[in-house]
Each structure stands twice: as structure tokens, then as C-alpha cells.
């Protein structure tokens, strides 16, 4: 029987710990992921995400092209007539697969570390590739307080732009962020009251930011941003709350309901309440880039060994460390063992290569069920273990991005940081 097809796997809904148990023990202490696709109905693809051309549309052309894949994920998509597993990432064990939810509710604190499980009994973050072919609604996302008002979690986020991703910066390579210093409260609402009139002017209360691969930000919740078409690697916390405060984008109507989906429904109409969900402050922050961009810091200067590790995501959303990221990148021929202080979810972006008994292998073009050797999710004792990577390519670089749980970094540099802390 063929593996190459998620196809040809048996799904198993429950009792997964000995198939959990049976993989740590062949792999190393790391768990193989099957690729996780996501639609949006309300955007179009951007082609960067080596999903083979005809499978953009393999949910069906109603539910909207793919132009999300999420990595790591035990976090639902919220989207609309939504597949009962959407957002789900699988575990490829054998010729079985679970999902890491199953497998994380079953065995907690051996994935994902005692700490973490102990406070939320589950994986609480998720990263994403986000992959459009133009820019999206001036929207955002709900903090802890306001998604609890609708049973749900608040979703701070950060971005970071693989080169390996962004070949081309499609048709805007801008994001708006923000409100421009000395906006008022009133000029939001007057947009809020025009939703139906055509375009309804947020953005001419905000600025743009040319976006460059290879940099990043860390955006806090309540905070209107507008992503660009770059192809992004995002690290964030595991919900899908978000607000859409921009009614006509590219020509296509975005409509009331993806404004107040997460909102209390007697809210919906209540325009003051609707602007009151900004953070005000950190909207029209007259240092907005100074404290929200990020460059990568490098962990230590390896290179005469072959490695180097960097820091691409890292700072505090209202003084907590809510998720960080890295960037390995391994010479051709070399080797090299990383210890991490806590489980992590790793995306291969080029090179082929080996990370403890798995194979690592950045594919060139993946179909909508096709298996993959580029996603991993690796437990908290095998990163304190420390992880050994090795390039098998004579050529090639080989690079793989990693993100992680709250609070699991300490040593990692503030915002700013990059200013002084390059090679």
C-alpha cells in the first residue's frame, strides 16, 4: 500500500497513546505532521504555499481557495460550513493518523511539557503560513476580555516573511497598521456608518509599511492591521477571534458579519461599542514601528560551525511572552545538536536533511492529499534533550523555522533588540 496519500492512512479518533508512545520512540521524541489546509472564502490564494495548482480550490469552489496551512494546530479554523477536523493538524504514525489534539489531551505534560499543560491542558498556540495574492480587511483581534464576552480566546499574533516563500511580493507588499496620530474615535465610527455606501475610508486613517522579507512584527490584540501579500510565517495564540473593519477590499465586499462575528450579538449594531473594541493607545502609538517591528537577533555566532541559529519572533504583548520563534539554518554537509528549552512545532522551508531519526525534505509541489517529510512537532523533553540536525545535501542550505509556547523563553531578546545584535 502506498503511503504517499493521507488516503491510505487509518484515522483513529481515540486510545491514541501507544501509537503516540510507539513514534517518540521511533523517531526520537518527535512526532511526524501531515500538511494542514485552510480556506478562506473571503480572499484570494497567493500561490506560495507549494499547493499544486489544482487543489487551491479542493475544498470546493463555495468554500473559497486555500491560502493558509497551519502548522502544529490544535486550534479550530472559525470558518463557515467548516469541515468537522479544519484547522487540525494530523499525526502520521505508521499507517495510521490522529490528530495532535487527541494526542495532547491523552498525553499532556509529555508533549508539550508539565508547565504549559498544567495551566491550559492543551497546545495554546499555533503558527501559520498566511498567503494571499493581494492585501486583506483592516481588521482585528479580540483580547482575552473581550473574546471571553463570546466563549472564545483572544488572538495576539506576529509575523515573519520567509525569503524561501516570497519569490514574488504579488500586488501589495504593504500592510497598514494602525491609526494615524490625532485619528478620533468619531472618524472610526463615521467608517462604521458608511459600511454600505462602497468603501468605507478606514484605511485613510491609517499607514501603510513596506514589508521585506526576511524581517517581521508582533502585532498585540485590538490593534487594526491590514496584511500585505507577502507569504507569512505566523506564530500566534490558538484562536481564530478577528473583527473586519474595512468594507470593500480590491473590489470585493467584506460583509457586516465578519465584523461582529465575535462580538456579543446584541453588539452588532452598537457602532460604540464596535470602536471601543480598539486599543486605542496602541493604535495611534506614536513609536507604532519602534515597538512593534522585528529583525532577527542571532542566538550565537556559529557559523564557523556550520549553523546558525536566529531569533525572528521574540518580545512581550502586555508583558507576557506569549510565543517565540527561530530560524535554524544548517550548512551543506553539516551538523549539529540544538537544545530548546520547551516543545516546538518546526516547518522545513528548503534543504533536505535529518532531525534525530526523522528525514527533513522541503518539497517543490505538494496535492491537497498528499503526505510530506517538512512538518515536525517536537515534545519538551527531546528539545531539553537537544535535537541533532544534519544537513544531507552537498548544495542546499537546509532551514527550518520553529515556534513556541508561552513563557518557554526567557533568555529570548526584547523588542529592538536587533539594533544591536547583529553579526
Not at 479550530?76 to 484547522?87: I, L, S, Y
Not at 473574546?147 to 506576529?158: F, I, M, N, T, W
Not at 551538523?335 to 533536505?352: P, R
Request: charged share 25%; glycine share 8%; net charge neutral.
Amino acid at each position: 500500500m502506498s503511503m504517499k496519500s493521507v488516503k491510505n492512512l487509518k484515522t483513529v479518533n481515540k486510545k491514541v497513546r501507544n501509537l503516540v508512545e510507539s513514534a517518540l520512540e521511533e523517531s526520537g521524541g518527535l512526532l511526524r505532521l501531515a500538511p494542514c489546509w485552510v480556506p478562506r472564502s473571503f480572499l484570494q490564494p497567493g500561490k506560495r504555499l507549494k499547493l499544486h495548482p489544482d487543489d487551491l480550490y479542493a475544498f470546493g469552489l463555495n468554500r473559497g481557495g486555500i491560502d493558509e496551512r497551519w502548522f502544529a494546530s490544535t486550534t479550530p479554523a472559525a470558518n463557515e460550513n467548516r469541515t468537522p477536523d479544519e484547522g487540525l493538524s494530523y499525526v502520521v504514525a505508521g499507517r495510521s493518523r490522529f490528530t495532535l489534539q487527541a494526542a495532547v489531551a491523552e498525553c499532556g505534560a509529555e508533549l508539550i511539557g508539565r508547565k504549559i499543560w498544567n495551566k491550559y491542558k492543551r497546545w495554546p498556540v499555533y503558527s501559520k503560513f498566511f498567503d494571499n495574492m493581494g492585501p486583506i480587511p483592516h481588521h482585528m483581534h479580540q483580547s482575552q476580555k473581550q473574546a471571553r464576552l463570546v466563549g472564545q480566546e483572544g488572538k495576539p499574533e506576529s509575523y515573519y516573511f520567509p525569503p524561501q516563500h516570497n519569490n514574488v511580493g504579488n500586488n501589495f507588499p504593504y500592510t497598514f497598521m494602525g491609526l494615524e496620530l490625532g485619528t478620533t474615535k468619531a472618524q472610526v465610527r463615521k467608517c462604521l456608518e458608511n459600511w454600505n455606501k462602497g468603501d468605507n475610508g478606514i484605511l485613510d486613517l491609517s499607514r501603510a509599511y513596506r514589508l521585506k522579507p526576511g524581517t517581521g512584527w508582533l502585532i498585540g490584540p485590538c490593534i487594526l492591521h491590514a496584511p500585505g501579500s507577502l507569504c507569512t510565517y505566523e506564530p500566534q495564540w490558538g484562536s481564530d477571534v478577528f473583527g473586519m473593519y474595512q468594507s470593500l477590499v480590491e473590489g470585493r465586499e467584506v460583509p457586516w458579519s465578519l465584523l461582529v462575528k465575535d462580538m456579543p450579538k446584541s453588539k452588532h449594531k452598537d457602532l460604540d461599542f464596535i470602536v471601543d473594541q480598539l486599543d486605542w493607545e496602541a493604535n495611534v502609538d506614536p513609536k507604532f514601528k519602534d515597538n512593534h517591528y522585528l529583525e532577527p537577533v542571532p542566538v550565537a555566532d556559529t557559523r564557523s560551525e556550520g549553523y546558525v541559529d536566529r531569533w525572528i519572533v521574540y518580545g512581550k504583548v502586555h508583558d507576557e511572552q506569549l510565543f517565540t520563534a527561530k530560524e535554524l539554518t544548517v550548512e551543506p554537509g553539516a551538523k549539529c545538536t540544538i537544545k530548546d528549552n520547551g516543545a516546538y512545532g518546526l516547518i522545513t522551508v528548503q534543504g533536505k536533511g535529518k532531525m534525530n531519526k526523522l528525514n527533513l525534505d522541503c518539497p517543490k509541489l505538494i496535492r491537497f492529499h498528499e503526505l510530506t517529510e517538512d512538518e515536525v512537532f517536537c515534545t519538551e523533553d527531546a528539545a531539553k534533550a537537544g535535537v541533532t540536525f544534519e544537513n544531507t545535501s552537498d548544495v542546499e542550505p537546509l532551514v527550518v523555522l520553529r515556534y513556541f509556547g508561552p513563557e518557554v523563553n526567557p533568555e529570548a531578546p526584547g523588542l529592538g533588540a536587533y539594533r544591536k545584535n547583529k553579526f
